[in-house]
C-alpha cells in the first residue's frame, strides 16, 4: 500500500447527517455496503460507543453477509463474506502504524476485498492516502453526527453515490 503523499479530503463531497438510533446507523452502514468495492478502505473514527461497529454490522449486510457482525477488539480482524469479502478490523488495542502493519492489510484487499477500520485514527499511516474516512460523535444517549470525509476521487464517487441511495432527506 502506498502512504506516500498527504491527500486533503474533498470538501465538496464531504457531507453529515443525524442518526437518531443504532439501527438507522446500521441502516447507513447498509447502504454504504452495497456500495463498496474490492479495493475500497472505509476509516471509522469516534469515541468508544460511538457507533462503529454498529455502521460495519450494517456495512456486512449491505455485501450480503448473512450472519451477526460482532466487534473484533479481542481477535483485531474479522472476515464477512457476501458479494465480497470484508475485512474489518479494530485497532482499539492497537498501539500504532507499525503494530497495525501485523494485521496485513495489504493481503486483504490484494485478496479483492475491502477493509473497513475501526480507531483508524490510531494509525492512518497504515493505510493509504486514498479512503474514505467516517467520523462519528456522541450527540446523546442514541444521536450520532456521522461525517463522511472521502480523501481521493474514488472515494468522491462513492460518497456522491451512497448520497443518492439516501436521498434528499438523508443525504444532506
Known sequence: MSRSGLLLPLAHDAFELISASAEETRNLGRELGKLIEPGDVILLMGDLGAGKTCFVQ??????????????????????????????????????????????????????????????????????????????????DPTRRRIRFEPYGNRYGELVRRLRAALGPSEGG
Request: glycine share 14%; proline share 5%.
Open 58 to 139: 450494517g456495512m456486512a449486510c449491505g455485501i450480503g453477509y448473512p450472519g451477526h457482525a460482532t466487534s473484533p477488539s479481542f481477535v483485531l480482524m474479522k472476515e464477512y463474506h457476501g458479494r465480497l469479502t470484508l475485512y474489518h478490523g479494530d485497532l482499539y488495542r492497537i498501539e500504532g502504524a507499525e503494530e497495525a502493519a501485523d494485521l496485513d492489510f495489504d493481503g486483504c484487499l490484494g485478496n479483492g476485498g475491502a477493509l473497513a477500520v475501526e480507531w483508524a485514527e490510531k494509525a492512518l499511516t497504515a493505510f493509504p492516502p486514498e479512503h474514505l474516512r467516517i467520523v462519528l460523535h456522541h450527540l
